[in-house]
C-alpha cells in the first residue's frame, strides 16, 4: 500500500504542463493516478497547457513551481532575466518534425524553405525552430529569402487547408494524426529537427533551490514523477487506461481509441531518458552554443553553463 510519508501531509505543489494532456505527459498522469505524488507527501496539481498557455510565463506570475519546456526555450527565458534551472530531462531526444507539402515544391535530404510558410505552435516553441533555421542559414522573419512562421492550430489542418506549406509536428501526436488522416505518403515530406533541442525538462525557478523546503518536495516530485514513468515503460496498456481517464487527445472533438492512443504512447518511449531522468551534460553543452547564437551566452547561462541546470534533485531522487 502506498501511503504518505511521515511528517508530509500533502504539500501542494503545481506542475504546468507544456501542452494540451497528451501521452508525452503519461508519467505524470500515471503518477497521480497511482498515488506516487500522495505517497511522497504530495498534492500535486497538473494544469494543462495548450496553444494560448507559455509556461515560462505561468511560473514567472507565480502560477506553478515546476515547468515543462525545451532547453532552447529554457535559456532563452532564462537570457530575458527569467532564472530558469532544469532539475530533471526525462526526455533524452526529440521527436519535432516539420511535415510539408509535396506540391509546395519542397523536397530533398536539405529543403529549400525560403519563401514558405511554417506552422509553429506559440509561446516558446518558435525558439528552437527558430535556431534550426538559423542553423541552415535561413531566417524566420518572411520575405523571399526566409520563412514565415504561423501561429499553429491543435491538430493538421493548417497543412491539409494549404495556409502553410510545413507544420511542426511530433512524433507521438501530429505524425501520427497524418497517416490516421490517410494522407497518401508521396504527398508529404518530412525533416526531423535534429541537434541537442532536449525537450520536456523539468524547470523551476532558480529560488526554489535555495528554499530546503521546497528543494525536498522537488526531490520527492520528481522520484513520483519518474517511478509513473517507469509504470508506463512497464504496462503501457495501463498508462492508455490513465490517458483515457484524463481525456488526453482528441480528433475533432472525439476521443482518440484505445488503439490509436497505444500508438501515440508506444512513439513516445523511444523518447525517454534513463529512468532517473537525470540530464546528459554532454547534451547540455551541445545545446548552450546552440542556443547562444540567438542570445547571449553568457545570459543565457547565468555567467555560469552549471547554473542553467542542477543534478542535485535527480540524484536525491534516486536515494
Sequence with gaps: MLLPRPGHADEPLTL???????????????????????????????????????????IAAG???????????????????????????PFAVSG??????SDSGISGAEPDLRGHTIGVWPNG????????????????????????????DV??????????????????????????????????????????????????LDHALGDPQM??????????????WRDVRQNPEAAVDVLQAHGAGM???????????????DAVLPLLSDEAGRLDDDAFRRAVPASSRSANHAAATGGDAAEAFTHAITDAARN
Design 215 to 228: 528543494r525536498d518536495r522537488l526531490v520527492r516530485f520528481v522520484r513520483a514523477a519518474m517511478r509513473g
Design 96 to 101: 519535432w518534425w516539420l511535415v510539408c507539402r
Design 16 to 58: 504546468q504542463l507544456n501542452w494540451l494532456p497528451r501521452a508525452q505527459h503519461a508519467g505524470y498522469l500515471m503518477a497521480q493516478a497511482k498515488g506516487h505524488f500522495r505517497a511522497e507527501g504530495l498534492s500535486v496539481i497538473l494544469k494543462p497547457g495548450g496553444p494560448a498557455v507559455a509556461p515560462v510565463q505561468v
Design 155 to 204: 491538430g493538421i489542418a493548417q497543412l491539409q487547408d494549404k495556409r502553410a506549406s510545413c507544420i511542426s509536428a511530433m512524433s507521438h501526436d501530429e505524425v501520427i494524426q497524418l497517416a490516421e488522416a490517410g494522407i497518401p505518403d508521396d504527398a508529404l515530406v518530412s525533416f526531423r529537427l535534429d541537434g541537442p533541442l532536449l525537450p520536456d525538462g523539468l524547470y523551476v
Design 251 to 265: 480528433i475533432d472533438e472525439e476521443l482518440l481509441s484505445d488503439a490509436q492512443q497505444r500508438r501515440r504512447l
Design 125 to 152: 516553441s518558435e525558439v528552437p525552430l527558430r535556431l534550426w533555421l538559423q542553423s541552415r542559414g535561413i531566417s524566420a522573419d518572411g520575405g523571399a529569402d526566409g520563412v514565415t512562421l504561423l501561429a499553429q
Design 63 to 89: 502560477g506553478a513551481d515546476i515547468i515543462i519546456e525545451s532547453l532552447p526555450t529554457a535559456l532563452a527565458a532564462r537570457a530575458a532575466g527569467l532564472p530558469l534551472v532544469n532539475v530533471a530531462q
